[in-house]
């Protein structure tokens, strides 16, 4: 089945320890998102690449960066984790940009010790 | 600003039907989507409105009135399964999408 895969579902890190997330993707879509969720809030987007072309939302702090190797993969990287950035992270897909429906992987729920 | 209401939380009874509400402001509109997210997991599509009226897909409806900037979702023949964050979200003229913060949905036997 096309869908969203993220990995690792669960990432426990130290304070300061940079992780990686990574997406991927097999419904060929152009855009791919980064989303930060905490408990009972709205999904915040970081970033959004349309194809290669990278997006960075104006309040995504710069401890977070992303890449977008090809059209199926895409990684999320916090260089210097603190306590603030423990969340469910998120990875969605659209075919395009305008209103389409976002497709979102599981999510990696991500601890900082 | 933009900014989307949804209430926080909801309690219902197996069986019976519960309506969620959105209100939102938002710079221009292009469609409001409702999603369904269960606890710990990824959201997942349920509808989308962008002209004025009810939709009906199965057990769930959603209704727009763009003049009101109001939205509810529908939900019938409650299961239990149906407990769930149920999140809001619009898309402004930029295409941009504004999330609410969700409305968890408990459903009792």
């Known amino acids: 089945d096309a869908m969203v895969i993220q990995n690792p579902r669960y990432q426990v890190t130290q304070f300061g320890k940079p992780v990686t997330l990574s997406c991927s993707q097999t419904l060929n879509h152009n855009v791919m998102y980064w989303y930060q969720q905490k408990s009972s809030q709205a999904p915040k987007l970081l970033f959004h690449?349309?194809?290669?072309?990278?997006?960075n939302e104006a309040d995504t702090p710069d401890n977070f960066q992303s890449r977008r190797p090809n059209t199926s993969f895409c990684f999320l990287d916090i260089r210097s984790p603190g306590l603030g950035d423990a969340a469910m992270y998120l990875c969605?897909?659209?075919?395009?940009?305008?209103?389409?429906?976002?497709?979102f992987g599981a999510g990696s729920r991500l601890t900082v010790l | 600003g933009q900014n989307i209401d949804q209430p926080t939380e909801m309690t219902a009874t197996e069986g019976a039907i519960v309506q969620i509400n959105c209100t939102y402001q938002?710079?221009?509109?292009?469609?409001l989507f409702w999603y369904q997210q269960h606890a710990g997991e990824a959201p997942t599509f349920l509808s989308y409105n962008v002209l004025d009226g009810l939709e009906e897909k199965g057990r769930f409806s959603s209704f727009l009135s763009r003049s009101k900037g109001y939205s509810y979702l529908l939900l019938k023949e409650l299961q239990m399964k149906d407990s769930a964050s149920y999140l809001c979200a619009t898309m402004d003229s930029n295409y941009q999408l504004i999330w609410g913060a969700g409305t968890k949905l408990i459903i009792k036997p």
């Open positions: 969605a897909t659209s075919r395009d940009t305008g209103a389409n429906v976002l497709t």
């Open positions: 690449y349309y194809d290669k072309d990278f997006n």
């Open positions: 938002t710079s221009g509109f292009n469609g």
